[in-house]
């Protein structure tokens, strides 16, 4: 069936460490977005990313829709980057239906 | 600040309550959404509104009612719910009902159920 997976589920890095988290997907996609979600439970957007590549400060992230993967690379690592970041697809014929991975779980300790 | 509002932050409601949950959108976007967050399970899509029609009903049971009176605002409308339909629900939208543009979601309703 339809899947997105996330990998790693869970991760615990030291202040300024530098992490890379991945988004496979199943099927061709249309639109590829990465969330990150505060303790509060908004969900911020990081990245509209569908192909290619693209750099926010210490975030930048990676499509590359041929082989159906994306990663999403943390530079620097700091507190507040903790929270749980979620990568979510719309698949070709899809039509709005936004599918989220389960996410990847990080904390960033001082 | 997403553009994205929903109302009220947190609920409590009995489960012979009904109650309402409200999103509305000061985008411009004519796609709304509504998704559920259960402790431990990725965000399910509930609904999807395109131009006010609902286009999407992900097997919701129906003790949750939509309503989209117009592109800028949607409703949840709950009664008899269950404690299993505590959960964090959250609002989104998007600009075209296109499977290419950039979805916004608001804070979120976190939802208890006694």
């Known amino acids: 069936g339809i899947q997105v997976e996330q990998s790693p589920p869970d991760l615990i890095l030291q202040e300024g460490a530098n992490s890379t988290l991945r988004c496979n997907f199943s099927d061709s996609v249309n639109n590829l977005q990465w969330f990150h979600q505060n303790p509060w439970g908004q969900l911020i957007n990081l990245f509209y990313i569908p192909s290619g590549t693209k750099q926010n400060g210490r975030l930048s992230a990676t499509t590359v829709a041929t082989e159906r993967y994306s990663l999403l690379y943390i530079s620097s690592s700091q507190t507040t980057d903790s929270g749980v970041y979620f990568c979510?697809?719309?698949?070709?014929?899809?039509?709005?239906?936004?599918?989220f991975g389960a996410g990847t779980r990080l904390a960033v300790h001082p | 600040e997403t553009g994205v509002t929903q109302t009220p932050r947190h609920l409590v409601m009995g489960m012979t309550n009904k109650k309402s949950l409200k999103c509305e959108q000061h985008l411009g976007h004519n796609a709304m959404y509504w998704y559920k967050q259960s402790a431990k399970k990725p965000l399910e899509l509930m609904f999807v509104?395109?131009?006010?029609?609902?286009?999407e009903n992900n097997s919701v049971p129906s003790r949750f009612s939509p309503e989209c009176p117009n592109s800028s605002h949607l409703f949840l409308h709950l009664h008899t719910l269950q404690p299993e339909d505590s959960a964090l629900y959250l609002c989104?939208?998007?600009?075209?009902?296109?499977?290419?543009?950039?979805?916004?979601f608001g804070q979120g309703t976190r939802l208890t159920v006694v």
């Open positions: 979510a697809v719309v698949f070709s014929g899809g039509y709005n239906k936004l599918i």
């Open positions: 509104y395109n131009f006010k029609e609902q286009t």
């Open positions: 989104a939208s998007s600009l075209r009902p296109q499977v290419n543009t950039e979805a916004f």
